[in-house]
């Protein structure tokens, strides 16, 4: 594809050049402004980001590694296809690796962890509101993984954030000018008060609901009937965590 037909904007970089073109891909991929199937070449993607071919080379072997582009030898990179069977799939390894460990997570949490989930929460909110679809999608990965990195399993943690970067999210600028992405950020909040009450139970159906309508919603504009479903999965055993609670004490 002609370098002026891509839908890119010239980057500005707040953290490493490699990080910052990283993200900007991603998203663009995510919400699909560069299509799936579709072959770009390094130089055609640097010029609407305003940077050099090497950087954006470098990002691309770090969204191979997570599932998002596939190498073309003396080509580019071409974007890999998720189909709504994938999305469907995907959506429930996240539900069943997810929400047991928020249920196993709540009330074993030190206090002092929420002020800085709450302020991830915030500018989640605060993203979507602004029709920021760059930083929602980068602090919505960051937020989950943050929750998830008191299980103290790094596995857990880097597959569940690579999952959630495979996804597809086509309707998301739609439901920003529809207003219905800030009703969707607030989930995140709605799940800390659970999480922060104790309230196992409840966090759990929050999680796998958010997950589950997330999903459809952000991809399609819709949600199916099914997305609100709880089902019961097999729980992370509370005494396979560390009792983070114990550090404050």
Request: aromatic share 4%; with cysteine; glycine share 6%.
């Given at each position: 594809?002609?370098?002026?037909?891509?839908?890119?904007?010239?980057?500005?970089?707040?953290?490493?050049?490699?990080?910052?073109?990283?993200?900007?891909?991603?998203?663009?991929?995510?919400?699909?402004?560069?299509?799936?199937?579709?072959?770009?070449?390094?130089?055609?993607?640097?010029?609407?980001l305003?940077?050099?071919?090497?950087?954006?080379?470098?990002?691309?072997?770090?969204?191979?590694?997570?599932?998002?582009?596939?190498?073309?030898?003396?080509?580019?990179?071409?974007?890999?296809?998720?189909?709504?069977?994938?999305?469907?799939?995907?959506?429930?390894?996240?539900?069943?690796?997810?929400?047991?460990?928020?249920?196993?997570?709540?009330?074993?949490?030190?206090?002092?962890?929420?002020?800085?989930?709450?302020?991830?929460?915030?500018?989640?909110?605060?993203?979507?509101?602004?029709?920021?679809?760059?930083?929602?999608?980068?602090?919505?990965?960051?937020?989950?993984a943050?929750?998830l990195?008191?299980?103290?399993?790094?596995?857990?943690?880097?597959?569940?954030?690579?999952?959630r970067?495979?996804?597809r999210?086509?309707?998301?600028?739609?439901?920003?000018?529809?207003?219905?992405?800030?009703?969707?950020?607030?989930?995140?909040?709605?799940?800390?008060?659970?999480?922060?009450?104790?309230?196992?139970?409840?966090?759990?159906?929050?999680?796998?609901?958010?997950?589950?309508?997330?999903?459809?919603?952000?991809?399609?504009?819709?949600e199916?009937?099914?997305?609100?479903?709880?089902v019961?999965?097999?729980?992370?055993?509370?005494r396979?965590?560390?009792?983070?609670?114990?550090?404050?004490?």
């Amino acid at each position: 594809m002609p370098a002026h037909n891509i839908p890119l904007d010239t980057i500005q970089q707040y953290r490493s050049l490699r990080s910052t073109v990283t993200e900007a891909l991603r998203t663009a991929i995510i919400v699909g402004d560069l299509e799936e199937g579709e072959l770009y070449s390094a130089p055609a993607l640097a010029e609407p980001l305003g940077v050099s071919a090497t950087p954006v080379r470098e990002a691309m072997m770090d969204l191979t590694n997570d599932g998002l582009v596939v190498p073309v030898k003396n080509k580019g990179f071409r974007v890999t296809e998720m189909t709504p069977e994938d999305l469907r799939e995907t959506t429930a390894v996240r539900q069943l690796l997810e929400a047991p460990a928020v249920r196993a997570l709540t009330g074993r949490l030190p206090e002092a962890a929420f002020p800085e989930l709450r302020a991830k929460a915030e500018e989640i909110s605060a993203a979507a509101a602004e029709g920021d679809l760059r930083t929602y999608l980068a602090e919505d990965r960051a937020f989950h993984a943050a929750i998830l990195q008191y299980t103290g399993n790094t596995r857990l943690v880097d597959l569940c954030t690579r999952l959630r970067g495979q996804t597809r999210l086509k309707a998301l600028r739609s439901l920003v000018d529809e207003g219905r992405l800030v009703e969707s950020a607030h989930e995140h909040i709605t799940l800390l008060d659970r999480m922060q009450a104790g309230d196992a139970e409840g966090a759990y159906e929050v999680i796998m609901h958010h997950l589950g309508h997330a999903s459809q919603l952000w991809a399609q504009g819709t949600e199916g009937t099914e997305a609100s479903e709880v089902v019961e999965v097999t729980p992370l055993l509370v005494r396979d965590l560390p009792n983070r609670a114990e550090d404050t004490e």
